[in-house]
């Protein structure tokens, strides 16, 4: 995720490898260079471009913004419900730690290896919504209880092992049944999240529908020249540019947003969420050694 203070205005121009221009710069180029060419051909064929209208490109404009407005308002949804059910994880676990930890008696050795398979669940949780191999915070918190897994999910085999340790205390008497509950209801929770965390990263927009704005916005951008050229001659190329930047950009935004747990500039900082998760358990733990929380590498917070 980018994290950066707001530019001023005379930054805005210069600011390039955060911004979405990388990633379009070839359509741009290829909108520029046929725009230019259109403007060659007119010079010389000026009856062919004569009845050339601005009209429907106006109305075809209107309708491509809309249908593009309506597509990143979708993506730009699945990204803050996404950011809605991990920090409501990060409350959960947190809640679970002070459960385990600070009710009066008990195991201390087993009360602390709880909140520990708790550090590794979120941990394994992050690793498994971005598609990566485990972190190795897992296997150093997981109690063992990740590599029952035999590569199924690994944050229900951490969530079963927590489950089974607070079940013990319940069947040896060391917590009540309405402790017992608390704890039950804190996993339940977390179950229910990291449900539809999934359910986010495994249903991605219609495909069918993106296809329609990619190809009418490639149609829209490479049509224009020949209804501008006509009126504003070798400034066409400057026009369509700006056109182009517009609606490739959106597009690609809509793309990045659209997947809110992958590694994109404008994805969730999944590590650093994580990293915030470990530092409250183990400050409840009252570590000697607690990591530092994660910062933006070149403005970028991963």
């Not at 803050?80 to 600070?102: D, K, N, P, V």
């Not at 590599?147 to 085999?157: I, L």
């Not at 009126?231 to 540019?241: D, E, I, N, Q, R």
Request: one cysteine or more; charged letters at 20%.
């Amino acid at each position: 995720m980018i994290v950066r203070p707001r530019p001023r205005v005379w930054e805005l121009l210069g600011i390039f490898r955060l911004s979405i221009v990388p990633r379009i710069a070839p359509q741009i180029v290829s909108v520029l260079v046929f725009s230019v060419g259109v403007v060659w051909a007119e010079r010389r064929l000026p009856e062919v471009f004569r009845g050339w209208s601005v009209a429907p490109f106006t109305l075809l404009g209107i309708a491509l913004s809309i249908f593009l407005g309506f597509r990143n308002n979708a993506c730009y949804d699945r990204w803050w419900e996404a950011r809605r059910q991990l920090g409501a994880l990060i409350g959960e676990l947190r809640s679970f730690g002070r459960m385990a930890l600070l009710l009066p008696g008990g195991d201390r050795m087993r009360r602390e290896r709880v909140v520990r398979g708790a550090i590794a669940y979120v941990y394994a949780l992050m690793s498994h919504l971005r598609g990566e191999g485990m972190a190795a915070e897992v296997a150093r918190y997981g109690n063992g209880w990740s590599e029952v897994a035999e590569g199924r999910s690994v944050p229900d085999a951490v969530l079963r092992g927590l489950a089974g340790e607070y079940g013990a205390m319940l069947a040896e008497g060391e917590i009540g049944e309405q402790v017992w509950r608390g704890f039950e209801e804190r996993v339940v929770a977390m179950t229910a999240i990291q449900v539809a965390c999934e359910r986010i990263r495994g249903t991605p927009t219609p495909f069918t529908y993106t296809l329609l704005l990619h190809r009418t916005a490639y149609a829209f951008c490479f049509l224009l020249p020949f209804s501008l050229v006509g009126t504003l001659g070798w400034a066409t190329p400057v026009f369509c540019v700006v056109v182009a930047y517009a609606f490739f950009g959106l597009d690609v935004l809509g793309d990045e947003l659209e997947e809110p747990f992958g590694d994109s500039l404008n994805a969730l900082p999944l590590w650093a969420m994580a990293r915030t998760v470990e530092i409250s358990l183990l400050e409840l733990l009252g570590a000697a050694e607690i990591p530092k929380a994660l910062v933006p590498v070149n403005c970028v917070l991963r």
